[in-house]
């Protein structure tokens, strides 16, 4: 948890697989809104030279990183995730989530959402090739910084 000291809403980036095109908007806007970004990950991360940016090295293992997210974020956090399981355990603790794409997961979208990642899964268990994501376009990273200036001008209001 937090310091009360820290209170402001803060950023959380599950960092593993976050595209770089998406930390370099986030390290921009972290600058130009005085906003902590904190990265994630189970390997080390190099960030810029910031005292709004930092990067948190968890142990390697399942799900370390989404733990580690979880047990320090606060109600009104942003926490930018490709992991859907993650996102609803963010909701769950009256959190934001987005993915790197600009998409929101919301209460109204998240069972679908989960309901879709389990019978993907189940596809792969079976052996059924589902290829990979999308690859990640100039629009996605329109949609992500719009989502972001959204946040934070509602975070600044």
């Known amino acids: 948890m937090t310091s009360p000291a820290s209170a402001r809403p803060q950023i959380w980036v599950d960092a593993d697989a976050c595209p770089g095109v998406v930390k370099e908007i986030l390290f921009r806007a972290a600058e130009r809104a005085q906003v902590q970004v904190t990265l994630v990950a189970n390997q080390y991360l190099r960030c810029p030279p910031s005292r709004h940016i930092r990067a948190l090295q968890v142990q ?30 963010v909701l769950q603790k009256g959190a934001v989530a987005v993915g790197p794409r600009g998409e929101p997961f919301t209460p109204d979208n998240m069972a679908e959402r989960l309901s879709m990642r389990n019978f993907m899964e189940e596809l792969r268990g079976a052996g059924v090739q589902t290829g990979g994501p999308a690859a990640f376009h100039a629009r996605d990273r329109q949609a992500f910084a719009n989502y972001l200036d959204r946040w934070l001008a509602q975070r600044a209001s």
């Open 60 to 89: 390697g293992g399942y799900d370390e990183a989404d733990t580690a997210i979880v047990e320090r974020l606060n109600p009104g956090d942003l926490v930018v995730t490709q992991d859907i399981p993650l996102a609803a355990r």
